[in-house]
């Protein structure tokens, strides 16, 4: 009898953690709202993004999909920002930490940009700085670039997160995290981890850029402020839970 109590209280605990768990997803805690968090998606509904080639969002139909609380985007031919497109926050931002959970499918690739002005027209994707999102063991794009620059976590084509160690498999939720301070330093989090760190507008942070491909656009990444992105790549790549502060 005691042994059943407890196997019934253990499974009780067990349920109230796995229903305060789901409450929380694309919901502020009084603690959050406290230190000034704001939702960017509400898990409803896509209020605060549009187009980043438009000023309304991109239509459902082989897009971007909300449903139980998951902002998708869905499998196309897994080109660039040809088929629905990126979107990015209607509000743009200067020093910030912006937080976000993603969960790839085999093979995928996405990324969540920063300092986007859509000012450059590139084609493709819009330019900014980006956290890229990348299934590393199937994804090509994992050997290309500098000594890993454009796998997981990284700042793409510019520098290599040390993530050994913090990465979720693929089809379970990660959570990244990306700060910029009023002082221009510049963290990427995995799961907890810091695995970068730059100063952007930097010297340093310049011979970067000379060494990417995007050395082609002017200043990059040193806009004062811009919109956050989350990238349409042609693969099945989900986020929820994405929020921000400003500093």
């Known amino acids: ?7 019934s209280t253990f499974a009780l ?6 229903t305060a768990v789901k409450a929380q997803i694309n919901a502020l805690s009084p603690k959050e709202k406290e230190q000034g968090w704001k939702l960017l998606f509400d898990g409803k509904t896509s209020t605060g993004w549009r187009s980043a080639k438009a000023e309304t969002f991109p239509a459902a139909a082989n897009g971007w999909i909300i449903k ?26 200067g020093a910030f930490e912006l937080s976000f959970d993603f969960r790839l499918t085999r093979g995928a690739n996405s990324g969540v940009k920063y300092f986007v002005t859509l000012k450059e027209n590139s084609g493709a994707s819009a330019i900014g700085l980006e956290y890229q999102i990348l299934d590393d063991d199937v994804h090509p794009d994992a050997k290309l670039g500098r000594d890993g620059n454009r796998t997981l976590a990284s700042l793409y084509d510019l520098k290599t997160s040390n993530k050994a160690g913090a990465v979720r498999p693929v089809g379970q939720w990660n959570t990244g995290k990306v700060i910029v301070r009023p002082d221009n330093h510049v963290e990427h989090w995995l799961n907890g981890v810091k695995v970068l760190e730059y100063e952007r507008k930097s010297p340093a942070y310049r011979e ?22 989350l990238q349409d790549h ?8 994405i929020k921000i502060r400003e500093f």
């Open 1 to 7: 009898m005691n042994s059943l109590f407890k196997v």
């Open 13 to 18: 605990i067990l349920l109230i953690a796995g």
């Open 68 to 93: 139980d609380g998951v902002l998708t985007i869905q499998s196309s031919n897994g080109a660039e920002s040809q088929n629905a497109g990126d979107i990015v926050t209607v509000g743009e931002y």
């Open 208 to 229: 970067l850029v000379k060494m990417s491909k995007h050395k082609v656009w002017k200043d990059f990444g040193e806009a004062d402020k811009g919109h956050i992105l």
């Open 234 to 241: 042609g693969n099945e790549v989900s986020y929820r839970n």
